[in-house]
């Protein structure tokens, strides 16, 4: 998953809080991509100088772009944090289980909640690849290049008493 979603939203962090923040969200996905490193540049009086390349280059590996859309949660599910951000892209071989995973370390939802996900009227099964939803469902899940998915949390039907 790539934290260089939008620019202007990272306007004023240091180089080592981009990079702690990508190595906390690669860790909701298993892998880690390392956007942009400092390279040496020739200066005009002979001394070469290091500057920074672009670090909004996103891999062609990170090819869906999410917009994550909380749709209510039930009475039980607990007290959660809300989303801060619901734009992200990742890979397409990302499983609508990844998505749950993240969304769950994100609003530090108790463990009794259950996350229903859905797009458009399809409520998504956790091994479904967002490239599988993507192709299945069409431009009806496509609202301005982001795969809409919508999300709800639940009590669930295993710790009702």
């Known amino acids: 998953i790539s934290w260089a979603l939008f620019p202007h939203e990272l306007i004023g962090f240091g180089w080592r809080t981009l990079v702690s923040y990508a190595v906390f969200i690669s860790s909701c996905f298993g892998y880690l991509n390392i956007l942009a490193v400092p390279q040496p540049v020739p200066a005009s009086r002979g001394r070469p100088r290091k500057v920074l390349g672009s670090v909004f280059r996103i891999p062609p590996e990170l090819d869906i772009s999410i917009l994550l859309e909380f749709i209510g949660a039930n009475e039980g599910t607990g007290n959660f944090k809300p989303l801060e951000k619901k734009f992200v892209r990742v890979s397409g071989e990302a499983t609508i289980g990844h998505v ?3 969304l769950r370390r994100k609003m ?3 463990p009794a909640c259950q996350v229903d996900i859905i797009c458009g009227d ?6 479904q690849t967002l490239r599988e939803i993507r192709q299945v469902i069409g431009e009806s899940a496509v609202q301005d290049g982001l795969l809409v998915l919508h999300y709800g949390l639940v009590v669930s ?3 009702v008493t």
């Open 100 to 102: 749950e995973k993240f």
């Open 122 to 127: 399809h409520l998504l099964e956790h091994y």
């Open 108 to 110: 530090d939802l108790d």
């Open 157 to 159: 039907p295993l710790n």
